[in-house]
């Protein structure tokens, strides 16, 4: 198997631990964002530095200050304009703002060194966006108040944050995808004090509760990070951006099937929207483009 081809595959796998993320975070309780992710990014990050010491491989987290930077406001920057959206504007708003960054990667990729942003590419990634935007939506129109423009430009601006700090990964490519380890406890940190500057301390219940944020912190505040900076370095970024539209339609799977919601139409068109953007922004990895390509190079 090509490694582009392996490493978009490992980048996709984050998708399918991000789609855990609502049944693991209905389940940990009434835990604070901020407290919740301090949590858990403090786990994944105490977790991977113990694994890098053990294998004699501690000296990844010795990167240059740009690196930190870059890692840093990526995912704590991330999380903290995220939590500032869905807090100062309607839910749903927000999210579906905060989803234009899956289209923002393919937009951004078109400006790195072998990439090329074509027609294609554009058409499966909007349709994508329909297909969250159906979701998020339940169908409904929506109406921006400009009362809540602070948090809509949150929303907005986390979607920049992260499609930028996924995209200017790529031009870290040299940097082990281990050195996110780093990140994740520099953004555990920085999200503990935020916790203690605007929130209140509501620690997990249960054991049950506990095992959730243990499982947020393992995958989707965790490895997930992990293989999605190895699979934007190394793997076809357009086409994972764009599958990144998969992760609230399998979110609602899987809360339907755990009980947390419920199966709509909307769910079944979301579905179709994604997939199809998904594999027209492929379309020319498919097996018979290929084909077809290397015929006529041969004639």
Not at 30 to 40: D, H, I, K, S, T
Request: hydrophobic share 55%; net charge positive.
């Amino acid at each position: 198997m090509p490694s582009r081809t392996r490493a978009t595959l490992i980048g996709l796998t984050a998708i399918l631990m991000w789609s855990m993320l609502g049944v693991f975070t209905g389940g940990s309780g009434a835990v604070p964002p901020f407290l919740l992710n301090a949590l858990c990014f403090g786990l994944s990050g105490s977790l991977a530095t113990i694994w890098l010491i053990a294998r004699g491989r501690a000296g990844v987290l010795r990167q240059p200050f740009k690196v930190w930077v870059v890692g840093t406001l990526g995912l704590f920057g991330y999380h903290a304009l995220y939590f500032t959206a869905l807090r100062t504007a309607p839910l749903v708003e927000a999210g579906l703002i905060n989803y234009l960054w899956p289209l923002l990667i393919v937009l951004f990729s078109g400006f790195l060194p072998g990439e090329r942003l074509r027609p294609h590419h554009l058409a499966g990634v909007i349709l994508g966006f329909s297909g969250a935007a159906l979701l998020v939506t339940a169908g409904r129109s929506l109406t921006l108040d400009g009362g809540y423009a602070f948090g809509y430009l949150a929303a907005f601006l986390a979607a920049v944050v992260w499609a930028g700090y996924s995209v200017v990964s790529r031009r870290f490519g040299g940097v082990p995808s281990e050195a996110v380890a780093g990140f994740c406890l520099a953004t555990a940190l920085l999200s503990l004090v935020c916790h203690l500057a605007f929130e209140q301390t509501v620690l997990p219940a249960a054991p049950l509760e506990w095992l959730m944020v243990l499982l947020l912190g393992a995958f989707p505040v965790g490895l997930a990070f992990f293989v999605w900076d190895h699979g934007v370095k190394h793997g076809d970024i357009q086409l994972i951006g764009t599958a990144a539209y998969a992760t609230p339609v399998l979110s609602t799977l899987l809360l339907t099937l755990t009980g947390y919601g419920t199966l709509g139409w909307t769910t079944v068109v979301a579905c179709a929207l994604v997939t199809l953007g998904a594999v027209v922004v492929a379309w020319d990895a498919l097996p018979f483009r290929r084909r077809a390509a290397a015929s006529k190079a041969l004639t």
